[in-house]
């Protein structure tokens, strides 16, 4: 009984490490109509309150921008980036929530994203 139960124990910590720890959280996101490299704009489709985004560039063509970029919140559910120089995808996109937890979809947004798909992802805590 007691090997069984350290097996299990054994298995569950080891399943933590390997498991994302947004605890299964996904958010998908509707690139809008209109959206190129100089204004981006996503219909965020998360279960939770959205109080920020940011927009982090894989390869960014520009050495000053190496960290999260801000969005503004548009309207509902629509937040919008209007960057200073055009942007280089992929994209990861940071999430924070009403209770400041910021989740990131990691490259969720791909090199040929085009307006009017929907890009999912599994969020990961930040």
Partial sequence: MASRLFALSASLALLSLLIPSAYGKTASFHVEQGSNNIYFAVNIKYDGV????ALKQTN???SR???WLPF???FGTVWRFDPKDPTMPPFSIQI???QNNKFVAK???PP???PNNVYT???VRA
Avoid: R
Avoid at 50 to 53: E, G, L, N, R, S
């Fill in 72 to 74: 503004t919140h548009n």
């Fill in 50 to 53: 959205i109080t920020a985004v």
């Fill in 65 to 67: 921008e190496n960290g």
């Fill in 60 to 62: 960014p063509p520009y």
């Fill in 121 to 123: 992802a599994n969020l």
């Fill in 107 to 109: 490259n969720v947004i």
């Fill in 96 to 98: 924070t929530d009403s």
């Fill in 112 to 114: 040929n994203w085009k």
